[in-house]
């Protein structure tokens, strides 16, 4: 994700964390006007709740070149690639999604080798998350 990194891969990143700091208002009641609820907010600034985004995926994008998939390729190894499998990896391990961007054909045994790799560059990249937000 330095200079060549997938837009993909930042865009998940970010969205996760995004939301994992937003600050939502804790409601405290609920207030009925006209026969419709109405939510009533704390007036307390510090008085919020977090999204829980512990289970959200992110996805880890790989391009292949010659017969190896490339995680997180420089531009010069996406421009060698014919295509590219964009999985979206739960943090438990699950794949949520697959997409295939570009040119190229997969067959299984290849897809079965890419999805092993993008879960564990997926785990590398969740510790690495919950890592900077703890400092």
Same mark, same amino acid.
């Given at each position: 994700?330095?200079?060549?990194?997938?837009?993909?891969?930042?865009?998940?990143?970010?969205?996760?964390?995004?939301?994992?700091?937003?600050?939502?208002?804790?409601?405290? &009641?609920?207030? *009925? /006007?006209?026969?419709?609820?109405?939510?009533?907010?704390?007036?307390?600034e510090y008085d919020f709740d *977090?999204?829980?985004? %512990?289970?959200?995926?992110?996805?880890?994008?790989?391009?292949?070149?010659?017969?190896?998939?490339?995680?997180?390729? %420089?531009?010069?190894?996406?421009?060698?690639?014919?295509?590219?499998?964009?999985?979206?990896?739960?943090? /438990?391990?699950?794949?949520?999604?697959?997409?295939?961007?570009?040119?190229?054909? *997969?067959?299984?045994?290849?897809?079965?080798?890419?999805?092993?790799? &993008?879960? %564990?560059?997926n785990l590398y990249a969740m510790?690495?998350?919950?890592?900077?937000?703890?400092?």
């Amino acid at each position: 994700m330095q200079c060549g990194g997938n837009l993909l891969d930042v865009i998940s990143i970010a969205v996760k964390v995004c939301l994992g700091v937003c600050e939502i208002p804790r409601v405290t &009641g609920l207030r *009925y /006007d006209l026969g419709q609820g109405v939510p009533v907010f704390s007036t307390d600034e510090y008085d919020f709740d *977090y999204l829980d985004v %512990s289970k959200a995926p992110i996805v880890v994008t790989l391009p292949r070149v010659g017969r190896f998939f490339v995680v997180d390729a %420089s531009l010069e190894e996406e421009s060698c690639s014919k295509g590219k499998l964009a999985f979206g990896v739960a943090p /438990d391990g699950d794949v949520t999604s697959v997409d295939k961007l570009g040119r190229g054909c *997969y067959q299984v045994k290849s897809l079965k080798s890419a999805s092993e790799v &993008g879960c %564990s560059e997926n785990l590398y990249a969740m510790s690495t998350c919950v890592i900077q937000n703890e400092v």
